[in-house]
């Protein structure tokens, strides 16, 4: 199945409100032309979870400095001193998770799981709100797995029916999240042919990917 499309056919049923995980890491690695063509279709109130808020107008940061963010998941957003202004002044609402809890909240949402348990957080303004448990005598923290609407990664190559093999940064997160979302779209630096990428060079297996888009557009 060739799910090569438009990036406007790929983005066509993102609404207000939509929930949405972008892979990379400060906004290295994540798919910026995707990301550019949400912006200016000018879907507001979103959910984004994230590593981070991007750098300012880069990455997640170009929904920050839109104004079209509801709600952040995310490790950190000091990098973003735009985010850091926004949520300060009540734009956005913010969940601060530690991001090795954030990693797997993410992949448990992918793999059927109801959450992890961690003892990250323990003792801090982290905890509060939320469920622990007792194993063998040790305390941890119940934290709830991540699912979303869509996600949105970046890989440099994919073939048409959708396996993607990934690169430096486009690595964080963005395989957790193809499971983790009911629509995947991937954005590609170079499309080739089925049979064209080393199996052993697949990172994310087609049947996660729900539609590619050249980077570009070209």
Not at 20 to 29: K, L, P, S, T
Request: glycine residues 14%; aromatic residues 6%; contains cysteine.
């Amino acid at each position: 199945m060739d799910k090569v499309m438009s990036v406007d056919k790929a983005i066509e049923n993102i609404k207000d409100g939509a929930t949405i995980m972008i892979g990379g890491f400060g906004g290295n690695g994540s798919p910026h032309y995707v990301i550019d063509a949400l912006a200016k279709k000018g879907v507001k109130n979103l959910t984004l979870i994230c590593n981070d808020a991007g750098q300012a107008g880069f990455g997640s940061g170009v929904f920050v400095r839109n104004g079209q963010v509801g709600k952040m998941y995310v490790s950190i957003i000091g990098p973003n001193p735009e985010a850091v202004k926004n949520y300060a002044e009540g734009k956005f609402e913010l969940v601060l998770i530690p991001q090795g809890s954030l990693a797997e909240m993410i992949r448990a949402g992918g793999y059927g799981l109801g959450g992890v348990l961690t003892k990250t957080g323990l003792g801090t303004l982290i905890e509060e709100g939320k469920q622990k448990i007792t194993v063998k005598g040790e305390e941890y923290l119940l934290e709830e797995a991540l699912q979303a609407d869509f996600a949105l990664i970046f890989a440099s190559r994919v073939d048409r029916s959708g396996n993607a093999s990934f690169h430096g940064s486009a690595r964080a997160h963005s395989p957790s999240m193809a499971f983790a979302a009911k629509y995947t779209i991937v954005e590609a630096e170079e499309i080739v042919e089925v049979g064209q990428i080393d199996p052993n060079h697949v990172n994310t297996p087609g049947v996660l990917i729900d539609a590619i888009v050249l980077s570009g557009g070209n």
